[in-house]
């Protein structure tokens, strides 16, 4: 079936328990997440490209404090935060992204910056900050981030010297945020946010801003945003993997993403999900862990939200 539009987003993947959110809280997700894809689904059937869509998507995520990037990011093991993002588009291949920012209420917006105001495609640290200033784009302090569900989860970590992966926790928590999308126009475009895993390491980078593994977008195969232990995201180079599967081994977007959640991913141990859209326009949402945060919709089918596999 194809599809003149389609948007697909994710909070985050995780093992929470059902149970551990009341229904009014998960009642309240869906309903935050459904509103998000009906805005989308909005931009699209007037006609916005992917790349605005979902951007703009991703900075909602980010504003709230439920998902773990902008506002709501997680501490690192100094007890700050650091950001990381990253989008591209599927039909030019242009993409930008950043990595370990400090004071950057909407990250993706930075990335976008990037790809749109400069020659590069990644800069990261104080390289990306200098950028940030540079262009004049929107600053605030480390502590805008912080929030107290995330202070405790810091601290909870640091009592047993762990790195908390978001997505392998037994406490409920809400992760990286993305976007994948195509509009009326044929294009896919990809975007990830995400302030990375509690506890970690001064200067980690995950998948998230890794074009090709946490974020990847091309016209002729298809869109994808992931989420999960990003040390396996990067190892399985998950989003160019998709791609090159439907490309080279010419296997449809649900078989080549299912392939590498299910197989490559659990093959290291690696826990998680993605959204991913092709050039048809249809969407596919897997995850191997308990939960993932979802929505999505297309110009056939309502918005649509689920925390659990139903
Ligand atoms: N993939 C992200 C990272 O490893 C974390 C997540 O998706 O929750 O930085």
Same mark, same amino acid.
């Given at each position: 079936m194809s599809h003149e539009y389609s948007i697909a987003i994710h909070g985050g993947a995780g093992a929470m328990s059902k149970g551990k959110l009341s229904l009014e809280q998960e009642d309240e997700i869906k309903a935050v997440l459904q509103t998000i894809i009906a805005e989308g689904l909005a931009n699209l059937k007037e006609g916005q490209s992917a790349l605005d869509v979902v951007q703009k998507a991703v900075n909602r995520l980010e504003d709230c404090p439920w998902f773990?990037?902008?506002?709501?990011? @997680?501490?690192?093991?100094?007890?700050?935060?650091?950001?990381?993002a990253a989008i591209m588009c599927g039909k030019t291949l242009d993409a930008g992204a950043i990595s370990g920012i400090r004071f950057?209420?909407?990250?993706?917006?930075? !990335?976008?910056?990037?790809?749109?105001?400069?020659?590069?495609?990644?800069?990261?640290?104080?390289?990306?900050?200098?950028? @940030?200033?540079?262009?004049?784009?929107p600053e605030v302090d480390n502590d805008y981030f912080s929030t107290d569900m995330?202070?405790?989860q810091l601290q909870s970590a640091l009592k047993t010297q762990s790195v908390i992966?978001?997505?392998?926790?037994?406490?409920?928590?809400?992760?990286?945020v993305g976007a994948v999308a195509k509009?009326?126009?044929?294009?896919? !475009?990809?975007?990830?946010?995400?302030?990375?895993?509690?506890?970690?390491?001064?200067?980690?980078?995950?998948d998230t801003p890794v074009i090709g593994s946490g974020t990847y977008a091309n016209n002729s195969t298809c869109a994808v945003s992931a989420t999960g232990h990003g040390e396996?995201?990067?190892?399985?180079? *998950?989003?160019?993997?998709?791609?090159?599967?439907?490309?080279? !081994?010419?296997?449809?977007?649900?078989? !080549?993403?299912?392939?590498? @959640?299910?197989?490559?991913?659990?093959?290291?141990?690696?826990s998680g999900g993605l959204i991913a859209v092709d050039s048809d326009?249809? *969407?596919?949402?897997?995850f191997n862990t308990e939960g993932m945060y979802r929505g999505w919709g297309t110009s056939s089918i309502p918005a649509q939200s689920l925390i659990y596999e139903e």
């Open positions: 773990n990037a902008g506002k709501g990011a @997680v501490f690192n093991h100094e007890g700050k935060h650091e950001l990381d950057s209420p909407n990250p993706i917006d930075v !990335a976008r910056s990037v790809m749109d105001n400069s020659p590069h495609v990644y800069l990261g640290g104080v390289g990306a900050e200098q950028f @940030v200033r540079d262009h004049s784009l995330r202070f405790q992966l978001e997505p392998t926790s037994n406490d409920y928590k809400f992760g990286t509009d009326r126009h044929g294009n896919l !475009a990809a975007a990830t946010s995400t302030g990375g895993i509690t506890n970690k390491e001064y200067g980690r980078i995950g396996h995201f990067l190892r399985h180079v *998950i989003g160019y993997n998709i791609s090159a599967r439907m490309a080279l !081994a010419k296997e449809n977007l649900e078989s !080549a993403s299912k392939h590498v @959640v299910f197989e490559d991913l659990l093959s290291t141990g690696g326009g249809n *969407i596919t949402l897997p």
